[in-house]
């Protein structure tokens, strides 16, 4: 059956492996999109002060648990923040208590919420050994923070200065590599060993570069790390079409207030949770490889992580969805990517 052909996907339902779900009435408002479309999902740490204890992470997960309508079956995966500080021992206790599923880094200042990131990767060596020897990820934001490389070259300098020597010291660690941009990074995953694996977002297999630019300045298409030329995405395409089972769905969805993003300073990222299948599933269509997206959006993930998969089914079909321009009231409205668009998908379209 050609693609066209095929109007209705029935899939295990999916996972969202990088999330922030933020905090207060932000989580409130955004949560329920991914627990809508996802069964679980890895929610990252970098609150404001950032997760960094066992306790914080267990209150972070009940936070969440109460942010959403009663009986909604979502589980989060929750994360560790790591700092120059991180205690080894923390990290084992969450893990053993199943608290923290992984650990983040967060090179000192490289995104959003990365002020207490890690100045030095040397820092961590006593926590990375600990996680190798108790089978827990680490999750990677992949970009140099000097100053002095250019914010497009970020990713690849990164693999070149950092990953490859983690990679080399810690060569049973299982390493995700999160919201990859680049073919350099792509290639990196594809020829590293089987516990590489990497997340790849909607927006940087739906858009380039230029969209930041479009016409004048477009701060809704900007997050990072940020989206690349065309080449790039291109190989991202590939890669998460490809079948290999080290790619796998992770949104980055990273809902900011519209004035913290239509701003002189607007902060880095994209709202992408509440339509995320409809966008993953375009993409996959359009390359003609939907035979292969339940793999990337549901199986791959968890084998990654070791976690069952997921027993119930989602429905995803050929319809009009119509992206509002923006979701919510006033000071609370969020603007979601694809907004003002038409996608050809619909998730759980309503039965009849
Ligand atoms: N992706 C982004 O542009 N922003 C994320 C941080 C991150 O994932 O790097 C955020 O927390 O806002
Ligand atoms: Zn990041
Ligand atoms: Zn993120």
């Given at each position: 059956?050609?693609?066209?052909?095929?109007?209705?996907?029935?899939?295990?339902?999916?996972?969202?492996?990088?999330?922030?779900?933020?905090?207060?009435?932000?989580?409130?408002?955004?949560?329920?999109?991914?627990?809508?479309?996802?069964?679980?999902?890895?929610?990252?740490?970098?609150?404001?002060?950032?997760?960094?204890?066992?306790?914080?992470?267990?209150?972070?997960?009940?936070?969440?648990?109460?942010?959403?309508?009663?009986?909604?079956?979502?589980?989060?995966l929750m994360t560790s923040y790591l700092?120059?500080?991180?205690?080894?021992?923390?990290?084992?206790?969450?893990?053993?208590?199943?608290?923290?599923?992984?650990?983040?880094?967060?090179?000192?200042h490289a995104t959003t919420g990365a002020a207490h990131g890690v100045t030095d990767v040397k820092n961590i060596y006593p926590a990375l050994e600990a996680m190798q020897r108790i089978g827990m990820p680490l999750l990677v934001h992949g970009e140099d923070t000097d100053p002095q490389v250019d914010v497009f070259d970020r990713e690849a300098v990164f693999i070149e200065k950092t990953l490859t020597g983690l990679v080399r010291d810690?060569?049973?660690?299982?390493?995700?590599?999160?919201?990859?941009?680049?073919?350099?990074?792509?290639?990196?995953?594809?020829?590293?060993?089987?516990?590489?694996?990497?997340?790849?977002?909607?927006?940087?297999?739906?858009?380039?570069?230029?969209?930041?630019?479009?016409?004048?300045?477009?701060?809704?298409?900007?997050?990072?790390?940020?989206?690349?030329?065309?080449?790039?995405?291109?190989?991202?395409?590939?890669?998460?079409?490809?079948?290999?089972?080290?790619?796998?769905?992770g949104t980055d969805t990273a809902p900011h207030a519209v004035s913290a993003k239509e701003n002189a300073c607007g902060c880095a990222g994209i709202f992408n949770a509440p339509f995320a299948l409809e966008s993953y599933v375009k993409v996959f269509d359009e390359e003609g490889a939907l035979d292969r997206f339940e793999a990337f959006a549901s199986e791959n993930g968890p084998r990654f992580y070791g976690l069952p998969l997921n027993e119930d089914r989602v429905v995803i079909e050929r319809a009009e969805t119509v992206v509002p321009e923006r979701l919510g009231e006033g000071g609370a409205a969020l603007v979601p990517f694809h907004a003002g668009e038409t996608l050809g998908w619909q998730f759980a379209p309503a039965s009849g």
């Open positions: 059956m050609t693609s066209t052909e095929i109007t209705r996907l029935e899939i295990r339902r999916p996972d969202d492996w990088h999330v922030h779900l933020r905090d207060g009435e932000m989580l409130a408002r955004v949560a329920p999109y991914t627990a809508r479309q996802f069964a679980r999902a890895i929610v990252m740490p970098n609150l404001n002060p950032p997760v960094t204890t066992v306790e914080a992470a267990s209150a972070y997960r009940e936070r969440i648990l109460a942010a959403l309508p009663s009986g909604t079956a979502f589980t989060p700092t120059d500080r991180t205690d080894p021992a923390d990290l084992e206790r969450g893990h053993a208590e199943g608290v923290y599923t992984a650990a983040k880094l967060y090179p000192a810690f060569p049973a660690l299982k390493i995700v590599f999160e919201h990859i941009t680049t073919e350099d990074a792509a290639d990196f995953v594809r020829d590293g060993g089987p516990n590489i694996g990497a997340t790849i977002t909607p927006q940087h297999l739906i858009i380039n570069r230029n969209a930041i630019f479009a016409g004048g300045i477009r701060p809704h298409a900007y997050c990072l790390p940020i989206a690349k030329r065309e080449r790039h995405r291109l190989a991202l395409r590939r890669a998460a079409t490809s079948g290999s089972p080290k790619f796998f769905l």
